[in-house]
T-cell receptor, first 117, second 116 residues
Framework: KQEVTQIPAALSVPEGENLVLNCSFT??????LQWFRQDPGKGLTSLLLIQSSQREQTSGRLNASLDKSSGRSTLYIAASQPGDSATYLC????????????????FGKGTKLSVIP | ETGVTQTPRHLVMGMTNKKSLKCEQH?????MYWYKQSAKKPLELMFV???????ENNSVPSRFSPECPNSSHLFLHLHTLQPEDSALYLC???????????????FGSGTQLSVL
């Protein structure tokens, strides 16, 4: 059974600092990995999706890397801002198996980020 | 706005009540999902509908009953819930499973459910 772990559970940094969030997974047979952002009491917003054949994806100040063989991904946030404060979740998928009618997306518990002005 | 709307935003119900959660999407998607988010636990997939056909029931108790009358609407019918069912229930949608870019999920803001 796939397990996803995110460390640390919470992180507090001063504004402007660069930071790294970590995600690890136990089963390297993944189809892709996604990073989501969740604001308090709200749903999730997809930030970056990395296919299993890719090593990284970038969007603005965000860069996500994937090392499938070691079961790890990192989310790098450059020049952090107070508006980045949220919970960041990592999720891996085994993909859609049409033959088995099976779909699996496994989430970590998230890292709660606070950026202090 | 993500294009996925959930109602109600908050719901308080007794253990003997019957209520329904509603989800609606206007993104032209054909796959819809129910997730449960409890405090200090990872997001749990409950149900998946692929073009109105239920393809996943992740060992969810029968007191949760999903309904997908068309590709744009998804319901979760609740009855005789337990206090441990209190959680944030999130709906999501995506393109048809197995088609390009189906992995990108669009979430609603959720229904915060409290069972007394």
């Amino acid at each position: 059974k796939q397990e996803v772990t995110q460390i640390p559970a919470a992180l507090s940094v001063p504004e402007g600092e660069n930071l790294v969030l970590n995600c690890s997974f136990t089963d390297s047979a993944i189809y892709n990995l996604q990073w989501f952002r969740q604001d308090p009491g709200k749903g999730l917003t997809s930030l970056l999706l990395i296919q299993s054949s890719q090593r990284e994806q970038t969007s603005g100040r965000l860069n996500a890397s994937l090392d499938k063989s070691s079961g790890r991904s990192t989310l790098y946030i450059a020049a952090s801002q107070p508006g980045d404060s949220a919970t960041y979740l990592c999720a891996v998928t085994r993909g859609w198996d049409s033959g088995a009618g099976s779909y699996q997306l496994t989430f970590g518990k998230g890292t709660k980020l606070s950026v202090i002005p | 706005e993500t294009g996925v709307t959930q109602t109600p935003r908050h719901l308080v119900m007794g253990m003997t009540n019957k209520k329904s959660l509603k989800c609606e999407q206007h993104l032209g998607h054909n796959a819809m999902y129910w997730y449960k988010q409890s405090a200090k636990k990872p997001l749990e997939l409950m149900f998946v509908y692929n073009f109105k056909e239920q393809t996943e029931n992740n060992s969810v108790p029968s007191r949760f009953s999903p309904e997908c009358p068309n590709s744009s609407h998804l319901f979760l019918h609740l009855h005789t819930l337990q206090p441990e069912d209190s959680a944030l229930y999130l709906c999501a949608s995506s393109l048809l499973l197995g088609t390009p870019n189906y992995e990108k999920l669009f979430f609603g803001s959720g229904t915060q459910l409290s069972v007394l």
